[in-house]
């Protein structure tokens, strides 16, 4: 009764904002994984390995992120500050965000390395004098026939040693006298 007095008419009552223990759990999951992951995790799992790739990201959200974030929002209501407020309180998740920061850098660096390998080719694959990658006919279907390739490999020496290479030329020397 006294409660009610104090409190009067303009005070809305307190109630649950989520329906279900469930309905939390999914909204701090996606919370966490914020929009940009929500929108590519569908393609980055169709392209990776959909299992491997599905399981490890459940694991890893409901054993780090999950509890990460929850702890940070409780922890920084209790304190009634943020986030950085609560890195003082508990000083591993200040690591755990440094860590954070600097692997997403990483992985910004190195996905942008690989691309610029993948589309320059170098010395370590592919024909040394780049014949293959200089000729205009090189998307014509019967250029690429086994003849072709045969021959640009018996001339070229594409073999990883010169002994090897020497070796073979040997042999194919000796088939085309036989044959002759």
Same mark, same amino acid.
């Given at each position: 009764?006294?409660?009610?007095?104090?409190?009067?008419?303009?005070?809305?009552?307190?109630?649950?904002?989520?329906?279900?223990y469930?309905?939390?759990?999914?909204?701090?999951w996606?919370?966490?994984?914020?929009?940009?992951?929500?929108?590519?995790c569908?393609?980055e799992?169709?392209?990776?390995?959909?299992?491997?790739?599905?399981v490890?990201?459940?694991?890893?959200?409901?054993?780090?992120?999950?509890?990460?974030?929850?702890?940070?929002?409780?922890?920084g209501?209790?304190?009634?500050?943020?986030? !950085?407020?609560?890195?003082?309180?508990?000083p591993?998740?200040?690591?755990?965000?440094?860590?954070?920061?600097?692997?997403?850098?990483?992985?910004?660096y190195?996905?942008? =390395?690989?691309?610029?390998?993948?589309?320059?080719?170098?010395?370590?694959?592919?024909?040394?004098? =780049?014949?293959?990658?200089?000729?205009? =006919?090189?998307?014509?279907?019967? !250029?690429?026939?086994?003849?072709f390739?045969?021959?640009q490999?018996?001339?070229?020496?594409?073999?990883?040693?010169? =002994?090897?290479?020497?070796?073979k030329?040997?042999?194919?020397?000796?088939?085309?006298?036989?044959?002759?």
């Amino acid at each position: 009764m006294f409660q009610n007095e104090f409190a009067g008419n303009y005070c809305p009552k307190i109630q649950s904002r989520w329906n279900s223990y469930g309905n939390y759990k999914l909204i701090v999951w996606l919370w966490m994984l914020n929009e940009t992951t929500l929108m590519f995790c569908p393609a980055e799992i169709s392209h990776s390995g959909f299992y491997i790739h599905a399981v490890l990201h459940a694991i890893s959200v409901i054993f780090i992120g999950m509890p990460l974030v929850y702890s940070e929002i409780c922890i920084g209501q209790y304190m009634n500050g943020n986030v !950085i407020s609560m890195w003082n309180f508990f000083p591993i998740f200040r690591i755990a965000g440094y860590v954070v920061g600097i692997s997403t850098q990483l992985m910004v660096y190195y996905r942008k =390395k690989m691309i610029w390998k993948l589309f320059s080719p170098t010395d370590s694959w592919g024909p040394r004098d =780049k014949i293959l990658f200089k000729s205009r =006919k090189m998307f014509v279907p019967e !250029i690429m026939t086994r003849e072709f390739l045969y021959r640009q490999v018996r001339l070229r020496g594409y073999y990883r040693s010169k =002994k090897i290479s020497h070796i073979k030329n040997q042999e194919y020397n000796e088939q085309e006298s036989i044959f002759s």
